[in-house]
Structure formats: structure tokens, C-alpha cells
């Protein structure tokens, strides 16, 4: 009875939760930097291509699955890590 309580909430608000998944996806990012007052002040600029990642990976986790969504977040943080070392 819980679960079924649950599935009608997540089901009406779908959009909403993915939506905050995605805004936390790019908070998260920001344990990346130095903590500073800085940060702070820049962190919208800091995370906005994390938030754009994160809408790419939702949008291909549901269209495609889990799988792929890993996967492709894997092969750009490979790029991203060999460009910084290359």
C-alpha cells in the first residue's frame, strides 16, 4: 500500500523530481573546487554545464536506459580527464 502511495506521488510530480535531480547533479559538482567566497559568487557559472550534462544523462536515462546513461557519463569524463592531461 506504501509502495503504491509512492509510485502515485513520483508519478504526478515526475517532472518536478527530475528536474531537482538535475539541480543537484550540478551541486554536487561544486565539491570540485576549493571552497571559498569566491565559489560562491561564480557557482551559477560553475555549474551550469553540469546542469546541462544533467539534462542530457536524465533525458538519456529515460529514452534509453541507466546503462546508457552511465556510459556516456563516463566517456565525457575520459575526454575531459585526458584533455586535462594531454
Not at 543537484?24 to 571552497?35: A, D, E, M, P, R
Request: charged share 10%.
Amino acid at each position: 500500500m506504501f509502495n503504491e502511495y509512492l509510485e502515485i506521488i513520483y508519478f504526478k510530480n515526475y517532472k518536478f523530481i527530475i528536474y531537482i535531480l538535475i539541480l543537484c547533479f550540478g551541486l554536487i559538482h561544486l565539491s570540485n573546487y576549493k571552497f571559498s567566497d569566491n565559489i560562491i559568487l561564480i557557482s551559477p557559472m560553475l555549474i551550469f554545464p553540469q546542469i546541462v550534462d544533467g539534462i542530457i544523462f536524465s533525458y538519456l536515462r529515460v529514452k534509453y536506459g541507466i546503462a546508457y546513461s552511465i556510459l556516456i557519463h563516463s566517456f565525457h569524463n575520459l575526454i575531459l580527464i585526458a584533455l586535462k592531461y594531454s
